[in-house]
């Protein structure tokens, strides 16, 4: 498996549970971003792991959102509290320098 | 905050026309790069063209960028059904290592 991994593809929750959403990047790529689409959207910049710098969570909505890199190697975001307007389609990908290798996403639904 | 903006948002053709799409921006680049998704899940890279490049080819894909009025586009020639997709560029802004997406155009190629 070459590519990036996100498990689980879809997922739906009720309203108030926690998620964990999984992102296993290429072997080899220090860049990780985790991005959103909402329906029809562009996609919205959620966090970026740098090696082992400290990532750039500028684009976390809100503080119920929150991701961690483990080993500089597999990605995991996490949401508490889930809300309704959380239903969208998490993206990460992997870069080695600039292009950036996306996974198929995870398509969160909030009930 | 978007930094691209595709033009127009929708597109339909026949299958053998070409399609071209504009992707405007703000700020600096060093690259401007073009993605596809399909289904609204993974995006695949397409083609990277730096700021110092005018013109760039793959395939039946070609590339321009003009710095001068901060605007790409994105031609298909000879499309295809499979063509089919939503088509997003992604900058630098202002040299950060986070790509900044558009909204997307949606090509819709009728055979």
């Known amino acids: 498996g070459a590519g990036v991994s996100q498990s689980p593809s879809n997922k739906v929750t009720e309203k108030g549970k926690d998620v964990e959403l999984r992102c296993d990047p290429i072997?080899?790529?220090?860049?990780l971003y985790w991005y959103r689409q909402s329906l029809g959207q562009g996609l919205e910049f959620l966090i970026y792991f740098q090696g082992n710098s400290a990532p750039d969570k500028s684009g976390l909505p809100s503080d119920r959102f929150s991701a961690e890199r483990t080993g500089g190697s597999v990605s995991t975001l996490t949401i508490q509290r889930t809300q309704q307007e959380d239903s969208a389609v998490y993206l990460c990908a992997s870069s080695p320098s600039t292009e950036a290798f996306f996974g198929q996403g995870t398509r969160l639904t909030v009930v | 905050s978007q930094q691209g903006e595709e033009d127009p948002q929708a597109l339909s053709i026949q299958e053998g026309e070409n399609a071209t799409m504009n992707c405007s921006y703000k700020?600096?680049?060093?690259?401007l790069q073009w993605y596809r998704q399909n289904s609204g899940r993974g995006l695949v890279h397409l083609i990277l063209?730096?700021?110092?490049?005018r013109e760039k080819h793959s395939g039946r894909l070609r590339v321009t960028l003009d710095t001068s009025k901060k605007s790409s586009s994105l031609l298909i020639t000879a499309s295809r059904a499979a063509d089919t997709a939503s088509y997003f560029c992604a900058t630098d802004e202002g040299g950060s290592y986070i790509p900044t997406f558009g909204r997307g155009t949606s090509l819709i190629v009728h055979p």
């Open positions: 700020t600096s680049i060093n690259n």
């Open positions: 072997s080899g790529h220090t860049a």
């Open positions: 063209i730096r700021s110092n490049e």
